[in-house]
């Protein structure tokens, strides 16, 4: 069933300058989304919490779904080749794009001399595409097939679309040895209404590097509709140290699903910093494949809705070898009438003695009618492990509210500082104090101080 401009025809025309194994992987996925439904019912853990089974019937018919989301509403923008590199900047490297369009792209001189690769994806293609193709939507070499994360272009008909309509992206390719001390910085922006942004993000750190990636995903207008269904593939060679950090402020009219996959390999390390205070409505799939012996991984989370808003996450720790480790903390605020599920897993597949791994989400309720679900999880297949998890739910403590009002804080002031506070264990880790203080100034705006 070809869908509004999500067609077939559409596929072969973006592909039309791709090389053969690109074209073919589209058409592939493209298959994946013509037969995969929608997620529409609860029989499907990872999004039972996100669909509307008030629709169930008519989403099935017509490809709606999610409370009113419809992909006839949205179109793909055109295809783009990327700017020409721009010299004779201060930072280590920038990525502007602007509707799936690549607007700036720089690498500063000494990084290039270092033989580190920056680019937007269809460039890479173009240019790299040896590499590309080793790493573009598939698993890597040594893992087994029967890992839950997988090839995430097959788990649901989002993951499907993208794989066949990807457009826009950057791919950052560290060598061996090299150590890129300043950040990276990204910055993906929605601008015209009614835009698809479909941009795949594919990160790769040879052995020994090191690098630090801030991502920044926002909308240009507060009222303009938007739909972004993306992907992130992340891969740490041994000994590489890698820090990925997303900050995602959408406005209330997009819609935003997104998959999220991160291999470490033996002796590496990767931080993932994931926070969220914008969307309509937001599902995230994460995954984190620990793939080799004392590989470690921590997934730190922040979250602050309001209004309608509704937010899905669902993770992944994946323990393939022995002596790996994980620490996931998750925090969520939550106003009015919010609504956020968390889902976690860790896995421990045999062999991988001597895991150790721990998660845990906590959720602040600003709000009687706020609601939050948590739902940690474990799958242990070897012995000699120490895997544990937990979880929190609760409002405000009006002592505390008490305590500050009772020495002169009024209760707005006292309420973001208990806020502040809560988000701090996260906050903590975050590189660099200007992201920490762009976080900070949305927590502000979200309780309108």
């Not at 099935?60 to 992909?71: H, K, M, P, S």
């Not at 309509?165 to 910055?187: C, M």
């Not at 790769?204 to 593939?233: L, M, R, Y």
Request: glycine share 6%; net charge negative.
């Amino acid at each position: 069933m070809q869908t509004g401009e999500f067609s077939k025809d559409y596929v072969e025309q973006i592909a039309r300058d791709e090389p053969q194994w690109m074209r073919d992987r589209r058409l592939e996925a493209y298959s994946l989304y013509e037969s995969l439904p929608m997620p529409h019912t609860t029989e499907d853990d990872t999004w039972r919490r996100t669909v509307d089974m008030r629709t169930q019937d008519y989403w099935r018919r017509t490809r709606r779904n999610l409370r009113g989301f419809a992909i006839d509403n949205y179109r793909p923008v055109s295809k783009t080749n990327g700017s020409a590199p721009v010299t004779g900047e201060d930072e280590a490297g920038i990525f502007v794009q602007i509707d799936g369009s690549t607007k700036h792209i720089h690498l500063s001189p000494e990084l290039e001399k270092k033989d580190v690769y920056f680019a937007d994806l269809h460039t890479a293609i173009k240019e790299r595409g040896d590499l590309i193709r080793d790493y573009f939507m598939t698993k890597a070499v040594t893992i087994e097939t029967s890992l839950k994360s997988g090839n995430f272009a097959s788990h649901n008909a989002f993951d499907a679309l993208h794989g066949a309509f990807w457009n826009g992206g950057y791919v950052l390719h560290i060598p061996k040895g090299v150590r890129i001390e300043d950040p990276i910085r990204i910055f993906i922006e929605l601008s015209e209404n009614q835009h698809a942004d479909l941009s795949h993000v594919l990160l790769i750190a040879e052995e020994d590097s090191q690098a630090v990636i801030i991502e920044d995903n926002a909308s240009a207008k507060s009222d303009s509709e938007g739909f972004h269904c993306g992907a992130v593939e992340l891969f740490a060679g041994q000994n590489a140290n890698v820090t990925y950090v997303q900050v995602q402020h959408w406005n209330r009219q997009v819609w935003n699903f997104a998959s999220q996959r991160a291999v470490v390999s033996k002796d590496a390390q990767i931080t993932w910093v994931t926070a969220t205070f914008g969307g309509r409505l937001s599902k995230l799939n994460q995954a984190i494949v620990l793939d080799g012996t004392g590989s470690n991984a921590q997934l730190l989370g922040l979250a602050f809705t309001d209004a309608r808003q509704h937010l899905d996450v669902s993770t992944a720790q994946e323990h393939l070898s022995p002596y790996t480790s994980s620490d996931l903390l998750y925090r969520t605020v939550l106003k009015d009438r919010s609504q956020t599920a968390w889902g976690g897993n860790i896995y421990v597949y045999p062999g991988a003695n001597y895991t150790d791994a721990y998660q845990k989400n906590d959720n602040l309720l600003l709000s009687e009618r706020a609601h939050a679900d948590t739902l940690p999880g474990l799958e242990i297949e070897a012995h000699e492990v120490r895997c544990t998890h937990g979880a929190t739910a609760g409002q405000i403590d009006a002592d505390q509210v008490f305590y500050l009002m009772s020495r002169g804080i009024p209760y707005d002031l006292a309420e973001k500082l208990i806020v502040d506070g809560f988000f701090e264990p996260v906050m903590e880790r975050i590189p660099m104090q200007a992201v920490r203080e762009e976080m900070q100034e949305f927590v502000s705006r979200k309780l309108g101080t």
